[in-house]
């Protein structure tokens, strides 16, 4: 069966200071991967999706970027946090039947 | 761009009433999804629609997709406290890419 791994599951980081979240997924082959951000209370917001090694869409211009190394590994990142950026960060992938499936989620606490 | 909308943002009824959150679209939606969110958890997906006028049930569950593709709605019967939680509807917005277009999302609670 598929899994999904999200890491850390919480995180506190100081303003300025660089981001590495990591997803990665088992039990499937070449999945559509996506980032998604949740401010509390709010609905979510696709910032990245990948449809293969390499390849990244964004869909939000700002402060983070995502990288997909290998095919099921999907990193999202930053340079440099910004308060702005504190949210709740999820992974998700997608079936051949399009369904997407979320990990755990990194909650972000920027300071 | 294409926005889907969900009401009411917010529901509160006592425990055994129907719960009904509504979806709706002005444009013709492809393929509704409909999610659920447990308080401080993640998106579960519950169900997928794709025919016009079809309605899927799970449990005390009921999905419904419009006759003509532009709206949907989830229905809870008899709410129960393990109901609490934020349901997202989402269309599919490529078939390519399988990005989603989120609702905002309704958020249940459920007194006992």
């Known amino acids: 069966s598929q899994t999904i791994h999200q890491w850390p599951a919480t995180l506190v980081q100081p303003v300025g200071s660089p981001l590495s979240l990591e997803c990665t997924v088992e039990g499937t082959s070449n999945p559509n991967l996506y980032w998604y951000r949740q401010a509390a209370g709010r609905g979510l917001q696709l910032l990245f999706y990948?449809?293969?090694?390499?390849?990244i869409s964004s869909e939000v211009p700002q402060n983070l970027s995502a990288s997909r190394p290998q095919d099921r590994q999907f990193i999202l990142s930053s340079k440099k946090l910004l308060l702005s950026d504190s949210g709740f960060y999820l992974c998700?992938?997608?079936?051949?039947?399009?369904?997407?499936?979320f990990g755990p989620g990194t909650r972000l606490t920027v300071t | 761009g294409q926005q889907v909308m969900q009401i009411p943002q917010y529901q509160h009824v006592q425990e055994g009433e129907d719960f009904t959150t509504y979806c709706n679209s002005s444009t013709t939606l492809s393929n509704i999804q409909w999610y659920k969110q447990r308080p401080g958890g993640h998106p579960v997906f519950l169900i997928q629609?794709?025919?016009?006028?079809e309605v899927k049930k799970q449990k005390r569950l009921t999905f419904q997709f419009g006759e003509a593709k532009k709206n949907s709605s989830l229905h809870i019967t008899a709410t129960q406290t393990t109901d609490v939680g934020t349901y997202f509807c989402?269309?599919?917005?490529?078939?390519?890419?399988?990005?989603?277009?989120f609702g905002q999302g309704t958020t249940l609670q459920v007194k006992p």
């Open positions: 629609l794709v025919k016009s006028g």
């Open positions: 998700a992938w997608s079936a051949l039947t399009y369904e997407q499936y």
């Open positions: 989402a269309d599919l917005g490529s078939s390519n890419t399988g990005k989603l277009i």
């Open positions: 990948s449809v293969g090694i390499g390849q």
